[in-house]
């Protein structure tokens, strides 16, 4: 595992969240929605993304990536771990997203620049951190959930955590993960996770492998 300086990338979350956008830099109601999460295995983490249409909620597509991992687990600082295969996940769809949700906390970090963020603004688009549970700050009434004056997210019911992570604002990020939710997590959330852990038992099960993912051969596979 190479040296990882956690101290140069506070500072450069510090110096990236200056960059992040607050406001919706994209047509509402979004066309398409994404979500991307991951799945270990190994030394490896593989992403998933999955594109759905916003209105109806049907799959339009799956993308699956595989990266060496090569960072310690430090929180507060996995965006540096777990952005590699997320972003390599949202490349290959075919279809450029209008929204991504992640599943890590956007706004809600010590320094304001979560996962979500961070993935925003290397790729400029717009993101919504959905985390599944608290990192920092206190909730307030409304289950907004504050640092001083500032508020950084808000915690939805059955223990949702929703926050900017760029160019959306903190009211349409609640919005659009709402409208998607048929369960605990927003559906494209839910069906990345569901088929990250698919790939995951696969992988175990040596059905398939990780040079099938990092040379493209497992892409619009059925993971459902």
Request: hydrophobic residues 45%; proline residues 5%.
């Amino acid at each position: 595992m190479s040296i990882f300086d956690a101290k140069k990338a506070i500072k450069v979350q510090r110096l990236l969240s200056r960059k992040i956008i607050e406001k919706d830099m994209f047509v509402f109601p979004p066309r398409n929605v994404a979500g991307v999460d991951l799945a270990y295995v190994g030394d490896y983490a593989i992403g998933v993304a999955v594109l759905m249409d916003f209105d109806g909620l049907h799959v339009i597509e799956t993308a699956v990536s595989a990266h060496k991992i090569n960072i310690p687990y430090i929180p507060t600082l996995l965006a540096f771990r777990e952005i590699p295969a997320m972003a390599k996940a949202i490349k290959r769809l075919r279809t450029r997203p209008d929204v991504v949700l992640v599943d890590a906390h956007g706004k809600i970090h010590p320094r304001r620049f979560g996962a979500a963020s961070h993935l925003g603004v290397i790729l400029g688009i717009p993101t919504i951190g959905v985390a599944k549970s608290p990192l920092f700050g206190s909730e307030h009434n409304g289950g907004k959930i504050i640092d001083g004056n500032d508020i950084l997210g808000v915690k939805l019911n059955k223990n949702i955590y929703v926050s900017v992570g760029h160019m959306v604002s903190l009211d349409t990020a609640v919005k659009i993960v709402e409208k998607m939710r048929l369960y605990r997590l927003p559906e494209p959330l839910r069906r990345a996770h569901k088929a990250a852990e698919k790939i995951k038992n696969d992988m175990k099960l040596h059905k398939i492998t990780v040079d099938d993912i990092i040379q493209g051969r497992i892409t619009q596979v059925t993971l459902w």
